[in-house]
């Protein structure tokens, strides 16, 4: 009997846990309405979407918190939106990446996009930390200009424990510097007598999100968007070995505290398997069943949307948990980080085209 009421109080409290998340979460979703509606009207209008609605999502929160402060009701589910279901959509991603793609991509042209990723994470990170920026903020933009933008921004926050205020101050800035390189990218056609090949590698390995990569090539003919989306593909595939490196080097830095705190024998104690966050875990094997053809591809579609969608919902409980005012006080410093990193980018970018003939 014992037992029993001690499971039911169990399940009581579990039940009360998921009642008191409800509440954020719907405001979470409601905000995500509201971003994937205007995103849809810009899909309508332009063909394709200039600011995405995981942008949208974070900018629409921070608006909402700026006139409103959240009461503590609606705290918790804000703060599960904003980590978890985070977590999950990271994990999903995993479904719609098959090696293979990276395999038929050609050795050398793999090469040249994974040292050109490389080079950058490692400059932006420095540059961002000569600029006074905080280590894992610094660890965001580099990621961010580095491999693909806000999804990249989205996926190393939860390994490396980033509050909302650095996540939005990485993807707003990122964002508005996004949409310029979609704008201003096709004038280097005529400028710098690129082919349509060397048009596609450029847009590929500069512009951030996979629908602005379209809208950036489009204008330059199909050549251009097929070579473009797939250099960016196998930018946004470097995502992974990054993700698991990050996660791996911030566990050895715990183990190492808890060693120097608390002894060598708890530290010693760390299972190899809590090295690497569950999500990334999830994400490796979802891959690899995607490259053995284990995952239908009906099931694709909506588990990408899925993903999505979550991510967007994740986006704007961020931005409900941000601060503008601290925004304020970073605001030039990353906006010179982004901006000097994103200029080297498209100069490294620039010559690697041309060695491309």
């Known amino acids: 009997m014992p037992q029993q009421e001690q499971d039911q109080r169990q399940k009581q409290g ?31 209008v332009f063909d394709h979407p200039y600011i995405e609605a995981l942008v949208v999502a974070i900018l629409l929160g921070m608006a909402v918190r700026t006139a409103w402060e959240p009461a503590e009701r609606w705290r918790s589910g804000i703060a599960f939106s904003a980590k978890q ?24 042209l793999i090469g040249a996009i994974a040292v050109t990723v ?8 420095g540059l961002s930390r000569i600029l006074g920026l905080k280590t894992k903020l610094a660890i965001l933009i580099a990621c961010g200009n580095s491999i693909c933008g806000n999804s990249a921004i989205a996926a190393v926050a939860p390994v490396i424990e980033a509050d909302g205020d650095d996540i939005a101050s990485s993807i707003s800035f990122t ?42 090539t489009v204008p330059a003919g199909i050549v251009s968007t097929q070579i473009g989306t797939l250099v960016k593909l196998v930018r946004v595939l470097m ?18 505290a808890g060693t120097a705190k608390e002894g060598a ?17 999830g994400f490796l094997v979802l891959a690899a069943l995607r490259s053995f053809q284990l995952v239908p591809d009906i099931a694709i579609a ?56």
């Open 14 to 44: 579990a039940l009360k846990r998921l009642f008191l998340l409800i509440p954020g979460i719907l405001l979470c979703g409601v905000v995500t309405i509201i971003s994937l509606g205007i995103q849809a009207i810009e899909e309508r």
């Open 265 to 281: 024998a708890r530290a010693a104690s760390i299972s190899p398997f809590k090295l690497v966050p569950w999500f990334i875990i």
């Open 118 to 125: 490389v080079i950058m994470l490692a400059v932006t990170y």
């Open 302 to 357: 909506p588990v990408t949307k899925t993903a999505a969608i979550l991510t967007v919902v994740s986006m704007a409980a961020l931005g409900l948990g941000v601060d503008v005012r601290v925004l304020s006080t970073v605001g030039g410093r990353v906006t010179a980080a982004v901006t000097l990193s994103l200029m080297l980018l498209l100069g490294l970018s620039i010559g690697l085209v041309h060695f491309f003939k």
């Open 175 to 216: 964002a508005i510097l996004g949409v310029l390189m979609v704008l201003g990218l096709p004038l280097l056609i005529p400028l710098l007598k690129l082919t349509a090949t060397q048009y596609g590698i450029l847009a590929g390995l500069t512009v951030y999100a996979v629908p602005q990569v379209l809208a950036a």
């Open 85 to 108: 279901l985070l977590e999950v959509a990271v994990m999903l991603l995993g479904a719609s990446i098959s090696f293979a793609a990276i395999v038929a991509s050609g050795g050398l």
């Open 239 to 256: 995502l992974g070995p990054i993700v698991v490196g990050l996660s791996l080097f911030v566990a050895r830095r715990r183990k190492a």
